[in-house]
T-cell receptor, first 114, second 115 residues
Framework: AQSVTQLGSHVSVSEGALVLLRCNYS??????LFWYVQYPNQGLQLLLK??????LVKGINGFEAEFKKSETSFHLTKPSAHMSDAAEYFC????????????FGTGTKLQVIP | NAGVTQTPKFQVLKTGQSMTLQCAQD?????MYWYRQDPGMGLRLIYY???????DKGEVPNGYNVSRLNKREFSLRLESAAPSQTSVYFC??????????????FGEGSRLTVL
């Protein structure tokens, strides 16, 4: 079985500060990992994905994430938060074997304080 | 570019009523999904369809049925709605790529309230 755990349902940062959203995965086989963002009253859209190529993955809007197998982690970071980053962020996992099932974490709401 | 289109966007039902949520995608994707989103619980998979003519249960299939009508359309039916089915429902389709690597494209959601 595969799963992801997102630590912190709510995270607050000041505008210009580092954003760090945590995701740990559990998978018995090499995983594929994704971060999605959801703005209010919208569907989710892809920020970035890890599919076993480079372990440091760059996404849209200045976000990046690093796959660390030893820590079973895929944390999302951005050096400097912008007001427009306020949204809910979801980590998701699948793998090449049971790849049709995409499992999501419970989400982290990011608040950016001016 | 429509992408994934869901209807209706809002619906209020009484307990015991039935309804169907419609979903259509115009990206020629094989895989389609229905999720429900509840506060603090993230997205939970209800059913998915790996290709036209196949459907499989996800984490929370009880109380729901699905139909993959053709490659474009994947509908979700509530036969006898219950208050526990009050939620926001998202349809998604899976983009191309190697197994596991395709991203999900989401509709805007259908907000269902069961009284």
């Amino acid at each position: 079985a595969q799963s992801v755990t997102q630590l912190g349902s709510h995270v607050s940062v000041s505008e210009g500060a580092l954003v760090l959203l945590r995701c740990n995965y559990s998978s018995s086989v090499p995983p594929y990992l994704f971060w999605y963002v959801q703005y209010p009253n919208q569907g989710l859209q892809l920020l970035l994905k890890y599919t076993s190529a480079a372990t440091l993955v760059k996404g849209i809007n200045g976000f990046e994430a690093e796959f660390k197998k030893s820590e079973t982690s895929f944390h999302l970071t951005k050096p400097s938060a912008h007001m427009s980053d306020a949204a809910e962020y979801f980590c998701a996992v699948t793998h090449s074997g049971g790849y049709q099932k995409v499992t999501f974490g419970t989400g982290t709401k990011l608040q950016v304080i001016p | 570019n429509a992408g994934v289109t869901q209807t209706p966007k809002f619906q209020v039902l009484k307990t015991g009523q039935s309804m169907t949520l419609q979903c259509a995608q115009d990206m020629n994707h094989n895989s389609m999904y229905w999720y429900r989103q509840d506060p603090g619980m993230g997205l939970r998979l209800i059913y998915y369809s790996a290709s036209e003519g196949t459907t499989d249960k996800g984490e929370v299939p009880n109380g729901y049925n699905v139909s993959r009508l053709n490659k474009r359309e994947f509908s979700l039916r509530l036969e006898s709605a219950a208050p526990s089915q009050t939620s926001v429902y998202f349809c998604a389709s899976r983009g191309q790529g190697g197994p596991g690597t395709g991203e999900l494209f989401f509709g805007e959601g259908s907000r269902l309230t069961v009284l």
